[in-house]
């Protein structure tokens, strides 16, 4: 895929585009789902964590399900991870996260 002037995410602009991913055979489309990602660039090296080149420290709970009302608050707390299961479950708590800001 191609964006023009794509605009990278981070904890302070969490810009997110949506993905719409098709699979043809032929003239038949056989499925489709579609799905939000942001443009990031997460290293780990000797002077710590960055994100897009920039320094970044993480602070935040484990959590298992998020409102965005809860995640706001957190993000005003100064929070900026959340750590949740790698679970289908836990995909509510991944969205809302993305959209809010958390790595």
Same mark, same amino acid.
């Given at each position: 895929a191609?964006?023009?002037?794509a605009?990278?995410w981070s904890? +302070?602009?969490?810009?997110?585009?949506?993905?719409?991913?098709e699979v043809?055979?032929? +003239?038949?489309r056989?499925?489709?789902?579609s799905?939000?990602? &942001?443009?990031?660039?997460?290293?780990a090296g000797?002077r710590g964590?960055?994100?897009n080149g920039?320094?970044?420290t993480?602070?935040?709970?484990e959590?298992t399900?998020?409102?965005e009302? +809860?995640?706001?608050r957190?993000?005003?707390?100064?929070?900026n991870?959340?750590v949740?299961p790698a679970i +289908?479950a836990?995909? &509510?708590?991944?969205?809302?996260a993305?959209?809010?800001?958390?790595a």
């Open positions: 191609v964006v023009p002037e605009s990278a904890p +302070e602009a969490p810009h997110l585009y949506l993905a719409v991913c043809w055979q032929g +003239e038949v056989n499925g489709s789902t799905l939000r990602l &942001g443009l990031r660039d997460f290293r000797p964590l960055r994100c920039r320094p970044l993480l602070r935040g709970p959590v399900e998020l409102s009302a +809860e995640a706001l957190l993000r005003s707390e100064g929070r991870l959340l949740c +289908e836990a995909a &509510g708590v991944w969205d809302v993305s959209r809010v800001g958390f």
